[in-house]
Structures are given as C-alpha cells and as structure tokens.
C-alpha cells in the first residue's frame, strides 16, 4: 500500500505572526512547526505502514525552509518527503495550494491521501477535500479512527456528540483530527537518518495538469482586505457596588447588549 500524506509548516503563533504589505503571511520571519491536524495524519499514516507495511511519502508546499518538516516527518518514520517550492506559488490561498498540491501527486502512485482536517494559520479546512475534488476522488473527513479493511478504508467520522461509521474503496482521501491519536516523537536515530535521506524538490514544471491562472497569488479568487495581528482588549470596565445593586447593574448591562 502507498499512502500520500500532505502537511503544511505553520507559524508558531506563541510567537506571535508578522505579514507582508499585501496582507500575506510573512513566513520567512517566522518560527514555525508543523501543523497538528497534519501531524496526526502522519501519525495515522505511520501506525498503517507499521501494520499493513505501506510506503509513506509526505507531501509540503511552502518555502524551501518547509524541507524542516519534511524531515521531522521522515525522523518520526515516513519513507520520501517532496518539497514543491515556486517563487509563482507564493501567495496561494486555498484553491491554488490544493491546484498545486493535486498537480503534484497526480506524480505519485497512492492507495491512501491523509490530509489534516485544517491548518492552524487558515482554519478553513477546505485543503483537503479540495485536493480529493481535483483528482476526483472520494473524500472522508473529520476522522477521529482509520483501520484498513482489503481494499477499503474503514473511518470513524466526528459528527458533534457522536460518530458516523464510513467505508470507502481505495484510492480516497481523508482528513484527519488532531485527536486522532498522540504523534510519536522523533528517534535520535531517525533524525540521523532523515538528514541521510534526499528530499525531492519539485517547481512549477512538475505539476502535472495545472494551469497557470489558478496558482499563486494571482491565482488565488480570495483576496484579502486587512490582515493584522492580534487585537489587545482594552481595559474593562470597573465598578465598586454592594450586592443588590451589583445585581442591578449586570441586568442592565445585559438587557443593553440583548443577552437577556
């Protein structure tokens, strides 16, 4: 079995964001990891190799500094990482990533694509299913359980207070939660080994079926109006009552903002 599993490098938001002029994430300027949705994916994938003794290759789009993540996840046991990395993918919102990143894959040979359900610097989720859109292929997300049944993938799926029980014949994709289970930390032998190892880097010339309109920047239909970083509240309001006029006070201030 080969599995595909995509992740993203994403800023460390402890240490706060920065952006560029155009309203784009200044990644180069910031700490990064990678993204925890993406992480138990991986995890997944790697659990599925363990068991089944599939081949997993991860997948990152993002600048030449992602080579990181890619092998931190080589350190934590997948076999290939692919970096593809284009100065005309800068900027790309969640259409273009997902152009770029099926263009890519549609390179590889794959039973399985895992993909986080979302990434921590977007929140959109739409990375994935999209990814499974352009390739044409079924998509499960929101997976909290994967188990392998022949040629079919078995997944439990989060649906508020309970779960919905899918099953789907490879090839799929799913997306998977951060509480899929607890990713295995990187082995002091592992991240010998993975600085051993080769990661393939991919540009826009091996992207396979895309079309310039539809990558980067300019490629990219949302547009951003504002972008800041986080907004400090100001001071509160402060006010020294006895009881039974403290009562009255918050009645007053619901009834005014129609809470009550």
């Not at 992740?7 to 155009?22: L, R």
């Not at 390739?135 to 929101?142: K, R």
């Not at 091996?206 to 990219?220: F, M, T």
């Amino acid at each position: 079995m080969k599995i595909v599993v995509c992740v993203k490098q994403v800023p460390d938001t402890k240490g706060g964001v920065q952006f560029n002029p155009d309203g784009t994430l200044n990644r180069a300027a910031m700490l990064t990891i990678m993204n925890p949705d993406d992480k138990a994916g991986l995890e997944a994938a790697l659990r599925l190799k363990e068991e089944h003794g599939a081949e997993v290759t991860v997948v990152t789009m993002g600048l030449p500094k992602a080579d990181e993540v890619l092998r931190e996840a080589m350190a934590m046991g997948a076999d290939k990482g692919i970096l593809v990395t284009d100065r005309v993918l800068g900027g790309a919102d969640t259409w273009a990533t997902s152009t770029t990143l099926a263009g890519a894959i549609r390179n590889l040979d794959y039973d399985l694509i895992i993909t986080g359900r979302q990434a921590i610097d977007g929140d959109t989720a739409q990375v994935g299913p999209q990814i499974a859109e352009h390739l044409g292929l079924p998509v499960i997300s929101y997976a909290q359980n994967i188990k392998i049944d022949g040629d079919s993938v078995i997944v439990e799926r989060q649906y508020e207070d309970r779960y919905h029980e899918l099953k789907v014949k490879m090839p799929c994709l799913i997306t998977a939660l951060s509480e899929l289970n607890v990713p295995r930390y990187m082995t002091p032998g592992g991240i010998f080994d993975a600085y051993d190892k080769e990661v393939t880097v991919w540009g826009r010339p091996d992207l396979k079926d895309v079309d310039d309109a539809n990558l980067g920047l300019a490629g990219s239909p949302t547009k951003i109006a504002k972008a800041s970083d986080k907004v400090r509240k100001g001071v509160g309001e402060k006010v020294n009552l006895a009881p039974d006029e403290a009562v009255a006070y918050l009645i007053g201030k619901f009834k005014e903002k129609h809470i009550i």
